[in-house]
């Protein structure tokens, strides 16, 4: 058994070291390849005169208001998510310490969402100490409270518009819940007795796992919730910016399956995986054109939102940084510290 679990972990950092020898521009430019090939697949048989119609008929005003007002929503909605993230399994991080570490990840995302999340990362290891391995295991905890958040907004969303975009739907959904509550239980009950299960129960990586209890996991899900359900509300409006009606019950209903889709790190701010689910999800209720239309149009103000917020947040990041690192003479030694698991 222990043969199996070291040759898995053999298996990881042979992989982890493929993408490390590619370097970061040669991912960002395969990311941007395959949104690239995403939207060519897509736009097949489309005439830019179409595009253009789609674009003169839509109310500008109403679309850039509801994107800059989502756009917003979310980086309060997330710094105030990620501070009580890490003052709940590291140490106490205020909003306003959260700002900058934030807005410096919403600007790596336009590379790449893994690119973005190292931001946090970077941040949880200069300024709190935390190695990179346990903070990557902290979002990940979160990430499983996401997960939670959109199977039961999808389950909501087929009962009360009540189709399903594919078979068996509600059958991968609950198989999906069960599968993240049976990972709670794990943490939840305390040391296993069998060895194996032992080992990565006690392992360091997973502190954050070890240490949540249900009230940490409830706060998780009521931070995150208003966002994803706000979403909802946000595609319904940008869609009637560009004379595209879809009951609003349909768009609730389908949007776990477009935030799922972008938040894989595949393509930078889901260009490309976005365009295609929207297209899936909502064909049925307008043309090719004006479903691709209004996507790149949220794309492409996700973008330059982003980049906006960028001017001088990376830059302060960095300052921060400095500035930390000044301040404590003995950072070289607890930097080095930093870098080694601690202790179960």
């Known amino acids: 058994m222990r043969s199996a679990v070291n040759k898995a972990h053999s298996a990881i950092a042979a ?5 490390d020898a590619l370097g970061p521009k040669i991912r960002t430019a395969l990311s941007y390849a395959v949104a690239a090939a995403v939207l060519w697949i897509v736009a097949q048989g489309i005439n830019p005169p179409l595009i253009a119609q789609s674009l003169r008929r839509a109310d500008g005003p109403l679309f850039v208001s509801v994107c800059a007002a989502s756009f917003a929503f979310w980086f309060v909605g997330e710094t105030l998510l990620f501070s009580r993230l890490f003052s709940y399994f590291h140490q106490r991080t205020s909003f306003s310490e959260m700002l900058v570490p934030n807005a410096a990840q919403y600007f790596l995302q336009v590379v790449n969402v893994a690119v973005g999340s190292s931001a946090l ?3 949880l290891n200069r300024r709190k100490g935390v190695p990179w391995l346990a903070g990557g295991a902290t979002l990940l905890l979160q990430a499983m409270v996401d997960f939670q958040v959109l199977a039961l907004m999808a389950l909501l969303g087929l009962a009360v518009a009540g189709h399903a ?5 509600v059958y991968y959904l609950a198989g999906m819940l069960a599968a993240m509550w049976l990972m709670m239980w794990f943490w939840l009950r305390g040391q296993p007795q069998w060895w194996l299960t032992r080992l990565i129960y006690d392992g360091p990586l997973f502190r954050s796992f070890r240490e949540a209890r249900l009230s940490h996991y409830l706060r998780l899900f009521m931070l995150r919730a208003p966002i994803f359900v706000c979403q909802g509300f946000v595609f319904f409006g940008e869609m009637r910016a560009f004379a595209i009606h879809v009951p609003l019950a349909t768009v609730m209903a389908d949007t776990p399956l477009i935030l799922l889709a972008t938040s894989l ?3 930078p701010v889901g260009l490309g995986s976005e365009q295609l689910m929207m297209l899936w999800c909502f064909r049925p209720f307008a043309s090719v054109a004006d479903l691709l239309t209004v996507s790149l149009a949220i794309s492409a ?4 939102f982003r980049c906006a917020l960028g001017i001088g947040s990376v830059r302060a990041f960095i300052r921060q940084v400095i500035a930390q ?6 950072a070289g030694s607890k930097r080095t510290s930093a870098l080694v698991p601690d202790a179960p």
């Open 301 to 304: 103000t996700a973008v330059l």
């Open 15 to 19: 992989l982890k070291s493929v993408l």
């Open 325 to 330: 690192d000044s301040a404590a003479p003995a």
């Open 265 to 267: 790190p595949v393509t």
């Open 121 to 123: 990362l970077f941040f």
């Open 165 to 169: 975009r594919f078979h068996g739907a």
